[in-house]
Nanobody
Framework: QVQLVESGGGLVQAGGSLRLSCAAS????????MGWFRQAPGKEREFVAG????????FYTDSVKGRFIVSRDNARITVFLQMNSLQGEDTAVYYC?????????????????WGQGTQVTVSS
């Protein structure tokens, strides 16, 4: 079993930045790929970013490319999402997820463990 706890969400003005963290515990973390998803009110949960187990591959949805950076620290079993140039459409609950696979998938069904989510609100 893997437990994931997100932190770092909050209220920020448009153009600002936030850094989300996802701390994992429970068992070895290094063999898992990790993903960040978000869900806005009335919308489906969507893939935002993912990082492979060895951090050699990173993927982003088109709307965040060039603004968001996903990273991981396997020694601290933590995954990060640096979010820059935030826009109103980035407002959502952000979730981190872990998959029992070293390769990133954009499909939420491919993830085995989920955090509880952290709210990000961008004001204009």
């Amino acid at each position: 079993q893997v437990q994931l706890v997100e932190s770092g969400g909050g209220l920020v003005q448009a153009g600002g930045s936030l850094r989300l963290s996802c701390a994992a515990s429970g068992r070895t973390f290094s063999g898992y790929s990790m993903g960040w998803f978000r869900q806005a009110p009335g919308k489906e949960r969507e893939f935002v970013a993912g990082i492979s187990a060895n951090a050699g591959s990173r993927f982003y949805t088109d709307s965040v490319k060039g603004r968001f950076i996903v990273s991981r620290d396997n020694a601290r079993i933590t995954v990060f999402l640096q979010m820059n140039s935030l826009q109103g459409e980035d407002t959502a609950v952000y979730y981190c997820a872990a998959a029992r696979s070293p390769v990133v998938t954009r499909n939420l069904l491919g993830y085995n463990y989920w955090g509880q989510g952290t709210q990000v609100t961008v004001s204009s």
